[in-house]
Nanobody, 124 residues
Framework: QLQLVESGGGLVQPGGSLRLSCAAS????????IGWFRQAPGKGREAVSC????????NYADSVKGRFIISRDNAKNTVYLQMNSLKAEDTGTYYC?????????????????WGQGTQVTVSS
């Protein structure tokens, strides 16, 4: 059973950077595609970025293209989300999810394994 734990969130000023980590246990990470999703208060969970099992395919929401970078280190059982040029609208709880689907699928319904989330607040 895949278990995921997010870390790296916090308070940052607009224009700043954060790196989120998603540590996996209970199963080998390379058996899963992984996605980062976020949820703002009163809103639904939306896809931010997703990466295939090998890391060869990635997918980004239009709102974060050119600012965020997703990567994975299967040897360390960890997926990362480097977030640069952060904006107030990036504020929310960030979750990593796992799916056995192939490719960089980024639809919430495909994901059956979730972490507890980490809070990101972008504010001056």
């Amino acid at each position: 059973q895949l278990q995921l734990v997010e870390s790296g969130g916090g308070l940052v000023q607009p224009g700043g950077s954060l790196r989120l980590s998603c540590a996996a246990s209970g199963s080998t990470l390379d058996s899963y595609s992984i996605g980062w999703f976020r949820q703002a208060p009163g809103k639904g969970r939306e896809a931010v970025s997703c990466i295939s099992r090998s890391g060869g395919s990635t997918n980004y929401a239009d709102s974060v293209k050119g600012r965020f970078i997703i990567s994975r280190d299967n040897a360390k059982n960890t997926v990362y989300l480097q977030m640069n040029s952060l904006k107030a609208e990036d504020t929310g709880t960030y979750y990593c999810g796992g799916t056995r689907a192939y490719g960089s699928v980024c639809q919430v319904l495909w994901y059956g394994f979730w972490g507890q989330g980490t809070q990101v607040t972008v504010s001056s």
